[in-house]
């Protein structure tokens, strides 16, 4: 029979600024989003004086100080590599691992020799924490589904660990969870399946296979299947991969000159290109993107996109940044000022179906050397060791707002915890 795990990091943002400053621990952290503008991440003493996910700060602002609440900018270079340090535990456990997100980790149990599943996750759990800090939730079951259903249940049930391994333990768990909470119902589907009487995951699997093809497409009928305990998706295919990345932010304030516009998409076609190549891939083409203030008069001339098509498939950041900019070039109003930035690749194809042109020359071979030594170079020594050029150091003039933001503990030499004698 099919296992699988998902390993799912608890309040993960807020998880991530207590590991190096533990005094916060049983203290409310609240994390903000880009230009601190809204709430993005809570721990539990948050949650617990009520404030939502995603409301503005300036509502909720007088509930903050009242209660001391520490805030924080989100640090998301810490964020994610405290991420990649937990894969890594999980990697060395079995290579069976998909990555769902930055704070969950499917496991395939299958190649694993485990006696006690409770016992399995228990440990797994402790190890997490005594070697990275951060508090995880494991659930276990026949289905990523049910293993999803049986991580979320495990948060506030328990110690943080729940197997589902028999039917009455998914009967169980199935009659306690509303629809809203299963993983692949949407916020628009809750309401008509509540109006019809479905108000339990249990109902919906119990419910006829014909009814159920009239309320929902191949998608939902997996899910449907896979609450029910048979497996219907695929663990760690290929079609996971992106076909789309993009990358954008929000100014700290309106940008109106060139070069630093021309600094943040290049910032951000360097993001989006290392990104391609990790996953394996090159892209046909990119898009670029502005747009300034809702509040401008003259709207036409503050929002826009323009696509470069290139002539070859690429994940060379050189190529992509110059066509990014000749984008750039093409919507930039000189009497405009913008408030956002972005850049999209698009197109994108496994390495595997990369041809190359028979009209252009090509250095491909070099190309690929190339980018693969910077890769390596700046994941030994540091994000932004090596860079291009057009690429922004010194990104103050169009970064989003950070106030609050914690060291970048791991990643970044200047910043690296001091122990005093």
């Not at 943080?160 to 809203?180: F, M, Q, T």
């Not at 696509?307 to 110059?322: F, H, Y």
Request: with cysteine; net charge neutral; proline share 3%.
């Amino acid at each position: 029979m099919s296992m699988y795990a998902l390993v799912d990091c608890n309040n993960f943002f807020a998880s991530c600024e207590r590991v190096f400053r533990p005094e916060l621990a049983h203290k409310p952290v609240l994390v903000l989003s880009n230009n601190d503008g809204c709430v993005v991440a809570r721990s539990q003493e948050v949650r617990d004086l009520g404030i939502p996910m995603g409301v503005p700060l300036f509502k909720v602002r007088d509930i903050v100080h009242a209660n001391r609440v520490n805030l924080f900018s989100a640090n998301f270079e810490f964020y994610g590599d405290v991420s990649q340090r937990i894969v890594l535990i999980l990697r060395e456990i079995t290579p069976l691992i998909e990555v769902h997100s930055i704070d969950e980790s499917f496991i395939d149990l299958s190649e694993l020799i485990i006696n006690d599943y409770d016992a399995w996750a228990h440990e797994l759990r402790n190890r997490v924490m005594r070697e990275i800090g951060v508090p995880v939730s494991v659930g276990v079951a026949g289905t990523k589904t049910l293993a999803k259903v049986a991580s979320t249940y495990a948060k506030t049930h328990g110690d943080g660990v729940y197997v589902i391994n028999n039917e009455s333990h998914r009967i169980e768990i199935l009659s306690d969870l509303p629809i809203e909470d299963i993983w692949g119902v949407g916020w628009r589907t809750t309401p008509k399946l509540r109006d019809m009487g479905v108000s339990r995951a249990i109902q919906l699997t119990e419910a006829s296979d014909a009814w159920l093809k009239t309320q929902f497409n191949i998608t939902g009928l997996r899910m449907v299947d896979e609450l029910r305990g048979q497996p219907r998706l695929q663990f760690g295919d290929k079609s996971d991969q992106r076909k789309t990345i993009m990358r954008s932010r929000s100014f700290g304030h309106k940008v109106r000159a060139y070069h630093q516009l021309e600094s943040a998409v290049a910032t951000f076609v360097a993001q989006a290109a290392s990104r391609l190549r990790a996953q394996g891939s090159v892209c046909r083409g990119i898009m670029t993107h502005l747009a300034g203030s809702k509040h401008d008069e003259i709207i036409e001339r503050r929002w826009g996109n323009h696509t470069v098509t290139l002539r070859e498939m690429t994940a060379d950041t050189g190529l992509l940044i110059t066509a990014a900019l000749a984008g750039l070039e093409a919507i930039y109003d000189p009497e405009g000022s913008y408030q956002k930035a972005g850049i999209t690749l698009g197109g994108i194809q496994s390495v595997e179906s990369w041809q190359l042109s028979l009209l252009e020359s090509s250095d491909r071979d070099g190309s690929v050397k190339r980018m693969k030594a910077i890769d390596q170079l700046n994941k030994r020594y540091g994000s932004g060791t090596i860079w291009h050029a057009s690429e922004s150091r010194s990104t103050a003039t169009w970064q989003s707002k950070r106030e609050h933001r914690s060291p970048r503990y791991t990643t970044n030499v200047a910043e690296l915890p001091v122990l005093h004698a």
